[in-house]
C-alpha cells in the first residue's frame, strides 16, 4: 500500500518517499520518551511496532522547516491514502500530516498478543471466499451476456 501511494502520488506530479515504517518496541518507547512530540504512543501501542505504520514525506517538503505543515500536497496525500483503505493521521485531532496506517486489528490487541507471545501477530489482508466469489460472477456475466448486449446495442 505504501508503494501504491508512492505511485498514485508520482501519477499526480507528487514525488514522495517513506522516510519512517516499521519500528521496533525499543525505538518506539525512546520516541515516546524523547520529548520530541514525534509520537504520542509508547511502544507497543504504535501500529509503526507491527508494520502497518508508515510515514511519507513530498521530496518537495523534506528540506522545510517541519516538512511545511501547510502546504497543498498533505491533503492530496491523505486523500489518496484514504482511497487505498489507510486511515491517515491528518485526520486526527493531533494532526500527524506524514503520518498513514493500516488499523485492520486494533492496536491493543496487538500488543495484548506480543505480550502474551512475543512475537508480532499474524495480519492478512485478501479477499474472503464470498468477495472472490463475487468477482468471479462479475467476471462471468461480462463475458457470456453483458459485453455481447452492449455491442449489439452499439454501445461497445
Known amino acids: ?15 514522495a518517499k ?12 525512546a520516541l515516546y520518551e524523547s520529548g520530541t512530540g514525534v509520537t504520542k504512543a509508547p511502544g507497543g501501542l504504535s501500529y509503526h511496532n507491527y508494520g502497518l505504520a508508515f510515514d511519507i514525506v513530498p521530496d518537495a517538503y523534506v ?4 516538512w511545511n505543515p501547510t502546504g497543498p500536497y498533505w491533503a492530496i496525500l491523505g486523500t489518496l491514502g484514504e482511497s487505498l483503505g489507510l ?19 486494533p492496536v491493543r490487541e496487538l500488543k495484548a498478543y506480543w505480550d502474551k507471545f512475543k512475537q508480532i501477530m499474524p495480519v492478512s489482508i485478501s479477499p474472503t ?20 448486449e452492449l455491442k449489439r446495442h452499439g454501445v461497445l
Open 63 to 66: 528540506n522545510l522547516p517541519n
Open 18 to 29: 517513506i522516510v519512517q515504517g516499521e519500528r521496533s518496541l525499543a525505538e518506539q518507547q
Open 129 to 148: 471466499s464470498g468477495g472472490i466469489a463475487i468477482i468471479a460472477l462479475i467476471g462471468i456475466a461480462w463475458v457470456w451476456w453483458l459485453e455481447p
Open 87 to 105: 486511515s491517515w493521521g491528518g485526520r486526527w485531532k493531533n494532526k500527524d500530516l506524514p503520518h498513514f496506517e493500516l488499523n485492520a486489528v
Open 1 to 15: 500500500m505504501a508503494t501504491r501511494l508512492l505511485e498514485l502520488a508520482a501519477e499526480r506530479g507528487i514525488p
